[in-house]
């Protein structure tokens, strides 16, 4: 079996892996400072949960945005699972040239998350992340990573709604019965859903504009199910995709197999 590990800014996604099945995943939030011991305990206690051992696992990969984080998770693999993990980063053999001006500097989430869009949706593909930002990864119709976007979050951008405006309350991220909002929370939820949709498909359009391409377009993160909603250009939703880019990241470096 094969763990896999997503670091976000906000949340770490975990997957166990059978072949390519992903047959558990967990969400736990980013505290840099967990220790190896800690991350010892959490994941015991899922796997007892799960009716799994550590012995079980031959394989460990980690794509991580947050780098304090990473020692401690690296430090655990080794010592708990007896493995060395692949840390997805320069000189990770991922399948897809990339064409960032300087490779190093893509978070290595967009990435796994490109590999695992382009694997299930072919190319070109144009895969959003909404998580802490909201990402777009664009891969071209030769199979490599383009580039992309990276706007403020659907949930840090709210936050900074409610915390600049003294009138303004907390709302839940719902899908309003109407666009005209008649009170303020019904108005707010209107501007964060149809104002994210719309940030969506205008700069999908850009996108596959300036590709020359109709590339399809899979969202995933924490808010992907609700933009996708109200967003017209969306075409698939799928929570996995950086996980399940993980494991072929691992797949094709490591190819005795998971
Ligand atoms: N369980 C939750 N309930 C409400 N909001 C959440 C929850 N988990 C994450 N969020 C919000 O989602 C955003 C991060 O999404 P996530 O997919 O976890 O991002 P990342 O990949 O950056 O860690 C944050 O703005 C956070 O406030
Ligand atoms: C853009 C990100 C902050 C997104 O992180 P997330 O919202 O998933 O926590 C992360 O991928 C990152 O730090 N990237 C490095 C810069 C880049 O990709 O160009
Ligand atoms: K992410």
Redesign the pocket.
């Known amino acids: 079996m094969l763990l896999v590990f997503?670091?976000?800014?906000?949340?770490?996604?975990i997957g166990l892996l059978q072949g390519r099945e992903l047959s558990r995943h967990w969400?736990l939030?980013?505290q840099a400072d967990r220790t190896a011991d800690e991350w010892g305990i959490v994941l015991e206690v899922l796997f007892a949960r799960a009716g799994r051992k550590f012995a079980e696992v031959d394989g460990a990969a980690i794509a991580c945005?947050v780098p304090p984080a990473l020692a401690a998770i690296e430090r655990f693999v080794r010592r708990d699972l007896r493995s060395e993990p692949l840390v997805v980063g320069p000189g990770v053999h991922t399948g897809m040239p990339i064409r960032y001006e300087n490779p190093r500097e893509v978070g290595a989430?967009r990435i796994v998350t490109a590999v695992a869009a382009h694997e299930e949706y072919g190319a070109p593909v144009i895969a959003i992340?909404?998580?802490?930002?909201t990402t777009f990864d664009v891969v071209d119709a030769a199979g490599a990573y383009a580039g992309g976007v990276i706007a403020p979050?659907?949930?840090?951008a709210?936050?900074a709604l409610f915390e600049h405006a003294s009138r303004l309350p907390r709302v839940e991220?719902l899908r309003p019965p109407r666009v005209i909002g008649r009170n303020t929370v019904q108005s707010m939820q209107s501007g964060i859903l149809y104002g994210f949709a719309g940030q969506v498909d205008g700069i999908v359009r850009r996108i596959r504009q300036e590709l020359g391409a109709e590339a399809r377009v899979v969202a995933?993160?924490?808010?992907a199910e609700l933009v996708s909603q109200a967003s017209e250009t969306i075409d698939a939703v799928d929570p996995f995709l950086?996980l399940k880019g993980l494991a072929t990241v691992y797949r094709r470096n490591r190819a005795t197999g998971s």
């Open positions: 997503d670091v976000g800014n906000t949340s770490t996604k969400d939030s980013t945005v989430d992340d909404f998580g802490t930002a979050g659907v949930g840090i709210t936050e991220m995933t993160g924490t808010y950086a």
